[in-house]
């Protein structure tokens, strides 16, 4: 059974994934011509856009991995460190190429970097959840 913070967190995740639909008629008329972008800008707003969906749906996944070992709470801090990174790494890709026919990220890019990394440390944490969980249960 879901924690009530990761109950309320998911409820609040599948409200954000309006956004990311939104985000996709964005992509359509940056992809068919009617919104102007660069090949940076279509590059890195495709990533963006990819990035979001699929981060989202892991942290979902693993919010029910962490509930169903019976992890405890530590398993709600991994489950929203990976959700944190849907924020993070796709605000990196759109934030880092605004602006008029930019040639170069700008220093928002830094948010990806940061993403990842606290991506790595949550699946980090996360794995090692799971098996100290499932060997102390065996």
Avoid: C, E
């Avoid at 992509?27 to 011509?33: D, F, K, N, W």
């Avoid at 070992?69 to 759109?94: C, E, K, N, S, Y």
């Avoid at 220093?107 to 969980?133: P, R, V, Y």
């Amino acid at each position: 059974m879901l924690s009530a913070s990761m109950t309320i967190t998911a409820g609040v995740v599948l409200l954000t994934i309006i956004g990311i639909a939104y985000g996709g008629t964005f992509m359509l008329r940056v992809v068919t011509g009617k919104q102007g972008a660069n090949g940076l800008q279509k590059s890195f707003f495709r990533a963006g856009h990819a990035h979001a969906g699929m981060l989202v749906t892991l942290g979902l996944v693993i919010g029910l991995l962490m509930s169903a070992a019976d992890v405890g709470a530590w398993g709600d801090r991994v489950a929203g460190g990976v959700l944190a990174t849907a924020i993070l790494i796709p605000g990196g890709f759109f934030f880092s190429v605004i602006g008029r026919d930019p040639k170069k990220p700008n220093a928002w890019i830094t948010l990806i970097w940061l993403g990842a990394a606290l991506l790595t440390a949550s699946l980090l944490a996360g794995g090692i959840l799971l098996i100290t969980t499932g060997t102390a249960t065996a």
